[in-house]
């Protein structure tokens, strides 16, 4: 509970405090990609109950003339890629933070699609809240693989204090200054997760991670 209590101040007061950069960013991307401004996606919570996720948009919604998505790297704006570096397109999801879907600190929330495709034990992520940080961001973010990024995913589930979580949200200031960790190698955001199985992969282009 004490917990949740420093959620709900902490992101009401970010809230407050970054409204103003929040409009800028709202109004530059209603300029450069139009509207929505606002990315919202589907993804596993707590236990792996779904909820909708906020972010600013930082794609375009660029297709082939197959219907399907153009590659991350071809619809990523130069504002979007911005915004990605300075974590500024992380901004609404205090939002769900403030609605307890979220907390600060916990497992990135990823994608519906990869739940079939976890073992039990990567799985175990979800026993938590997913949070806007957590302890595999600050141990490499996008730039591990993720069988490392599970491992530390699980290694918070097992060891998450309110200390840990102090000492997170620390360390990740300093990632965001230093924009460490943004993209993985040859890949503009984050490669699909394929599981155990290649061929059991998430063909969905909606991926904004």
Wanted: proline share 6%.
């Amino acid at each position: 509970m004490l917990k949740r209590l420093i959620d709900i101040i902490l992101s009401a007061c970010a809230l407050i405090i970054f409204s103003p950069a929040m409009l800028y960013v709202s109004w530059k991307i209603s300029r450069s990609m139009g509207l929505p401004v606002i990315f919202r996606q589907t993804r596993p919570g707590k236990d792996g109950k779904p909820f909708e996720m906020i972010k600013f948009r930082t794609m375009k919604n660029a297709m082939d003339k197959s219907g399907n998505f153009l590659p991350d790297n071809e619809r990523l704006t130069p504002f979007g890629l911005f915004l990605r570096r300075t974590s500024l397109d992380e901004l609404p999801e205090f939002w769900n933070v403030l609605k307890g879907d979220m907390s600060l600190v916990g497992p990135r929330p990823l994608l519906m699609q990869y739940l079939p495709l976890y073992s039990a034990q990567q799985f175990r992520r979800h026993e938590v809240k997913p949070g806007i940080t957590g302890w595999a961001q600050i141990n490499g973010r996008n730039a591990i693989s993720w069988d490392e990024k599970f491992i530390f995913d699980v290694w918070y589930v097992d060891n998450n204090t309110l200390w840990l979580d102090f000492k997170i949200l620390i360390l990740t200031v300093k990632k965001v200054i230093f924009r460490e960790g943004i993209s993985a190698d040859d890949h503009a955001t984050m490669p699909f997760f394929e599981g155990s199985d290649a061929s059991s992969l998430a063909t969905s282009r909606e991926k904004d991670e």
